[in-house]
């Protein structure tokens, strides 16, 4: 073609999903789009409607009403091509227990049509990690290589979208860190990636993010811009008491809300004109000593309880 | 001060491993206790043995006052136990699954009428008495499992990631529980991912490859290390981690 295609097609893009379990209202009219080679972080808690998303653009469910696209293929009409597409790692681990490590490899690459050594260079880094227990049966791994297994198998037949479910969902910090550096190696690979969590600290990790809450996105951004649209002033406070501070706190009429984050009190303050030295007299008569108070720039875990609240 | 759990030498063997690495620490009454550690770093062994769920293969162990290697039926009976994935009955109703384990636990059959009142109104639940527990909110059933743990008014609650995967809000009300507790002289020992949970804790022990390394208050953890917060802590010491098994 001559033109340049400046917005090539997106890897991903819904419009108006919705999909219900009887009564219960799973997604309400979801619309988005991934660009190709993006990192986009779908974050929420349990019960949100992440999984029940990613089951709708792996194919695996339809949705009651609307459309979903992914790699330029509809997933209701062209279904087939999609599953030869993507990679999936569904939350539950749902590799074959009583096949060893190098087993459950091979066989995904054979259903895949490939093999191991086609594919190798792009799960080397991963696979190397657990290659030494190659021969121990999947079941039988830690939960760590358990994941990177799953991933391995997932990557093994080159897939152009990789879905992710809550890839980390009990993992400890270290080995977050650890799971979250070989996913950005993988997208300077191309490979589109959609990921969920319930992790609001590994947000920033995202190109893009959408916060989720019963079913419903309450914001779709770079990190950097939903931090930047907070919209009120936000204080971290500390005393010698901590449980009377946050009941104090939430007392003052200029506390809107106020939360326990960490050693701090994470305080958003109503009036433009306040003054620290107001809130601090204030809570000097309320009995406290050591009183430590700043602005402070607010993170993800901030906005989302603020638009949760709204 | 009472000890409600001493823990001395406590090893677990698993043939040729050693999943826990001769641990000792003591918990005193209404204490708030973080047990953190990586993922294989042995917490769950660990928390089997004090729970009276796993015999030790050798050291000595006391919770609620009761020896874990002779006495672990009065341990079940004298502790909480809350996870995750052990939690409620999704097919009873709220009002029954508090007298399901209020009776596991024995308590009289009368004093679960009186305290089940009291229990609801306490968590503004008194409408969903009759609820079945799988249509609750997550973060309510949280909230309830975490309260009928304690039902019985155990010396020592056991709470295994209790706030996995729970919204952030809930997650905060869900610790505003767990101090409750602790102020009714309630001890809490709990495990958590979530590192802003550490800095809640009174004292918090961190495991690495079976040995507990660090033990201390979250301040004086983080004077120690020249760390900013408990993330810090953490990372500096699971890095040192030799286990490959992870």
Redesign the interface.
């Known amino acids: 073609m001559e033109e340049q295609n400046i917005n090539p097609a997106p890897s991903i893009h819904c419009e108006s999903l919705s999909k219900s379990y009887g009564k219960v209202e799973a997604l309400k009219n979801i619309s988005f789009n991934v660009e190709k080679g993006e990192i986009f972080g779908i974050i929420g808690p349990d019960g949100a409607g992440k999984t029940t998303l990613f089951r709708i653009l792996t194919t695996l469910l339809l949705a009651d009403s609307g459309t979903a696209i992914v790699d330029g293929f509809d997933v209701v009409k062209n279904y087939r091509e999609i599953r030869n597409r993507v990679g999936y790692v569904p939350g539950r681990f749902s590799l074959y227990q009583d096949l060893t490590v190098e087993e459950n490899l091979n066989f995904f690459a054979t259903v895949f049509n490939t093999s191991i050594a086609e594919n190798y260079e792009l799960i080397k880094d991963i696979y190397q990690q657990i290659e030494p227990f190659k021969t121990r049966r999947a079941g039988k791994l830690s939960g760590g290589m358990k994941q990177k297994l799953a991933l391995s198998c997932a990557l093994i037949h080159k897939p152009s979208v990789l879905f992710l479910d809550e890839p980390t969902t009990g993992v400890d910090p270290v080995s977050r860190k650890e799971f979250w550096s070989m996913l950005k190696k993988l997208k300077e690979q191309g490979i589109t990636i959609l990921v969920s969590t319930p992790y609001m600290d590994e947000a920033s990790l995202c190109d893009r993010i959408a916060l989720i809450q019963n079913g419903q996105f309450l914001k779709i951004d770079t990190p950097q811009n939903i931090v930047k649209q907070f919209g009120n002033a936000l204080l971290a406070v500390r005393s010698d008491s901590m449980s009377k501070l946050l009941k104090d706190l939430r007392e003052n009429e200029l506390t809107k809300s106020c939360f326990a984050f960490g050693d701090k009190h994470h305080v958003t303050i109503q009036d433009s004109a306040f003054k620290i030295q107001h809130l601090k007299e204030y809570l000097e008569q309320k009995g406290h000593t050591s009183i430590e108070i700043e602005f402070i720039e607010p993170g993800i875990e901030d906005c989302f309880m603020e638009l949760s609240q709204r | 001060m009472e000890k409600v759990i001493v823990v001395e030498n406590l090893t677990k063997k698993f043939g040729n491993f050693t999943a826990v690495d001769h641990i000792s620490f003591e918990v005193e009454r209404g204490e708030i206790f973080g047990f953190l550690?990586?993922?294989?770093a042995g917490k769950t062994t660990a928390m089997r043995m004090l729970c009276g769920l796993s015999i030790p293969t050798s050291g000595k162990g006391f919770v609620a006052g009761f020896d874990i290697h002779t006495q672990s039926e009065q341990v079940k009976k004298n502790i909480g136990y809350m996870s995750q994935k052990f939690a409620l009955s999704e097919d009873l109703k709220v009002w029954e699954n508090i007298r399901l384990f209020a009776g596991i636990y024995g308590v009289p059959e009368k004093k679960i009428a009186l305290k089940t009142d009291e229990l609801l109104k306490r968590l503004g639940f008194e409408s969903e008495r009759d609820t079945l527990v799988k249509s609750l909110?997550?973060?309510w059933k949280q909230k309830l499992a975490f309260s009928v743990a304690i039902f019985h008014e155990p010396k020592v609650v056991f709470l295994d990631?209790p706030t996995?995967?729970?919204?952030?809000?809930?997650r905060?009300q869900f610790?505003e529980l767990i101090?409750q507790a602790a102020d009714r002289g309630i001890t809490v020992f709990v495990t958590t991912?979530?590192?802003?949970e550490a800095?809640?804790c009174d004292r918090v022990s961190i495991m690495v490859d079976g040995r507990i390394d660090a033990l201390d208050s979250?301040?004086n953890l983080k004077n120690e290390f020249n760390a900013n917060?408990?993330?810090e802590v953490?990372?500096q010491l699971?890095?040192k981690?030799k286990r490959?098994?992870?």
């Open positions: 550690g990586a993922n294989g909110p997550l973060g990631e996995g995967g729970v919204d952030p809000a809930t905060r610790w101090y991912h979530y590192m802003d800095e809640y979250p301040k917060n408990m993330d953490f990372h699971a890095r981690a490959v098994d992870r």
